[in-house]
Nanobody
Framework: QVQVVESGGGLVQAGGSLRLRCVAS????????MAWFRQAPGEEREFVGGVHRSGTSTDYPNSVKGRFAISRDDAENTVYLQMNNLKPEDTAVYYCAADYRPYATSQASDYDYWGQGTQVTVSS
């Protein structure tokens, strides 16, 4: 049984930074592809980035490119989302997802395991 737990969300002013943490326990972490998504009220879930089993990250969507970065620490069963220069439009619930595929994708339906989400609120 794979469990995914996010942490690190909170309230931050525009221009600030946050680092989200996601621990995926159960099974072999290094065999999992990991990704982050976000969902604002009334919006569809949006892919913000992923990291392949190899440790290489995916391309990022234009909305976060140059500001967000994903990394993984297989020894700690953890993936991080570093978010810099945050904007009010980054406000959303951020979800971590895991799957046993070799490569991360931007499709939420490709991921079997999800966390409960962590709220990020960016004030202007």
């Amino acid at each position: 049984q794979v469990q995914v737990v996010e942490s690190g969300g909170g309230l931050v002013q525009a221009g600030g930074s946050l680092r989200l943490r996601c621990v995926a326990s159960g099974g072999t972490f290094s065999s999992k592809t990991m990704a982050w998504f976000r969902q604002a009220p009334g919006e569809e879930r949006e892919f913000v980035g992923g990291v392949h089993r190899s440790g290489t990250s995916t391309d990022y969507p234009n909305s976060v490119k140059g500001r967000f970065a994903i990394s993984r620490d297989d020894a700690e069963n953890t993936v991080y989302l570093q978010m810099n220069n945050l904007k009010p439009e980054d406000t959303a619930v951020y979800y971590c997802a895991a799957d046993y595929r070799p490569y991360a994708t931007s499709q939420a339906s490709d991921y079997d395991y999800w966390g409960q989400g962590t709220q990020v609120t960016v004030s202007s």
